[in-house]
């Protein structure tokens, strides 16, 4: 139904038709509520099968939609009186708030930064360091918002605390379908309120950030220096806690060693757990290894693993970039893993030429350029067809396994990307190079290419 009931043709229709579904709700909300936000709204019109209404201040609508919108949806659908109604829209002074049904822009409101699927508990190997953090965040996964809210979680960078955020959103996509699950970035967050400053869309962003069942901020810490992000944030924090909606941080340090964040933040975070997560130690390296090797199907025999676990640093992902090493080098030379492979990968002398040159994300950039033919201006840009992207995110994909660089450093590299859109692009190739002939033969050969050089 396409066409606009207009109010001089359609005003009693719809009148009479908002009387019912005033009735109704009137029996299901808080009287308070009811008198303060419902009782006024204005029936407006009807288009493209919602019901326009209308409602006096931006907080007003904000509060609607996000306490009351699906039992007006409801009350709706239940005294439909021949219109078909399938939802409603709320306008503020003749602009378009949110269309509950609208279900592009709904997906698009609560769009997560990329959630990496094999990050799940099952995958995480909790060690002595990590075995009280592992089990919060369980915790949190099976009953959102009952127990330990927020869940602070703070440690160096590279030993796991995206990889349990993930896990928490995989595991409440599975057995929770139906809860709103936003998992963002500080950094993202900062840049969205940014925004809405500037585009005077700030109902749209609280409501992004106010109206689902858990809110997880990766880097918490980024908030330091940003007083006005840091009162937003606070008001955010409020509204959710207030209605035990679940919380997670993650930080690389500990809230009172976060500089310039206030004080009523750091009451906030301490309100639930704050759990550290500390770098793992031999036997749980080694039982690292052994996960991520069984991940690839490859056996990895335990001098190996060993050689590979000491000496690492703390940095998980230095770990998995030192077996990636090893596993390419074995296919390179098909040969077995042997600890004088592992120690000849590692020495970055695959090719045996003391006069090879450095690898470097330089060297990386320019032969994916080289190989695919494309211009690294436009690499490093934000062009999105198919070719340009799959050549950027086997770049982030080589610099990972390759260099074994922090995940925010090739995102600096390659265009100033967030560390999250860079691991996406890692796992994403990563499994297309495990699954897509062809492009395990273009990754193999630029690796060659590189190793050759």
């Not at 997560?277 to 490859?298: F, G, N, S």
């Amino acid at each position: 139904m396409s066409e606009i009931i207009e109010r001089n043709e359609g005003k009693s229709q719809i009148s009479i038709l908002w009387e019912k579904i005033s009735a109704r709700l009137e029996k299901v909300i808080n009287p308070i509520s009811f008198e303060t936000f419902i009782r006024d709204l204005e029936p407006i019109e009807i288009v493209n099968r919602h019901l326009i209404l209308r409602t006096g201040t931006d907080l007003a609508a904000t509060t609607i939609m996000n306490n009351h919108s699906q039992k007006i949806k409801e009350a709706i659908l239940k005294c439909d009186g021949g219109f078909g109604l399938v939802g409603f829209r709320l306008i503020v002074n003749g602009s378009a708030v949110y269309n509950l049904e609208a279900q592009e822009d709904e997906d698009d409101l609560y769009q997560s930064s990329p959630i990496n699927k094999n990050y799940t508990f099952d995958s995480f190997v909790a060690g002595a360091g990590s075995k009280l953090v592992y089990e919060a965040a369980k915790t949190v996964a099976e009953n959102p918002g009952a127990i330990f809210n927020p869940l602070f979680i703070y440690g160096e960078s590279g030993l796991g605390k995206t990889h349990l955020m993930h896990a928490i959103a995989n595991y409440l996509a599975i057995h929770a379908p139906e809860k709103k699950v936003l998992y963002t970035t500080c950094d993202n967050f900062l840049n969205e309120f940014i925004d809405s400053l500037s585009q005077k869309n700030s109902a749209r962003f609280r409501m992004r950030y106010r109206n689902v069942d858990v809110l997880m901020i990766d880097d918490i810490q980024f908030l330091k220096d940003k007083k006005t992000t840091q009162e937003e944030f606070f008001h955010t924090f409020n509204e959710l806690s207030s209605q035990n909606k679940q919380i997670v941080l993650t930080s690389d340090k500990h809230p009172k060693e976060i500089a310039t964040l206030e004080e009523r933040l750091r009451t906030r975070f301490a309100g639930g757990m704050i759990a550290d997560i500390q770098p793992p130690e031999l036997e749980t390296k080694i039982a690292i290894l052994k996960r991520k090797a069984m991940d690839r199907k490859c056996h990895i025999p335990d001098d190996v693993l060993e050689f590979l676990a000491k000496d690492s640093g703390h940095d998980v992902r230095t770990l998995e970039g030192r077996l990636t090493k090893v596993i390419f080098a074995s296919k390179l030379h098909e040969e077995p893993i042997t600890l004088h492979l592992a120690k000849l990968a590692l020495n970055e002398s695959v090719s045996e030429s003391d006069e090879k040159e450095e690898i470097t994300p330089e060297t990386i950039l320019s032969t994916v350029c080289h190989y695919f033919k494309q211009k690294k201006e436009e690499i490093l840009g934000k062009g999105k067809k198919a070719d340009l992207v799959k050549a950027r995110q086997i770049c982030a994909y080589l610099m990972c396994e390759m260099l074994s660089l922090p995940l925010v450093s090739i995102g600096n590299i390659l265009g100033g990307r967030d560390h999250t859109t860079i691991m996406y692009a890692r796992d994403k190739m990563e499994e297309l190079v495990r699954l897509n002939d062809r492009i395990a033969k273009e990754v193999n050969d630029i690796k060659s290419i590189l190793l050759k050089q």
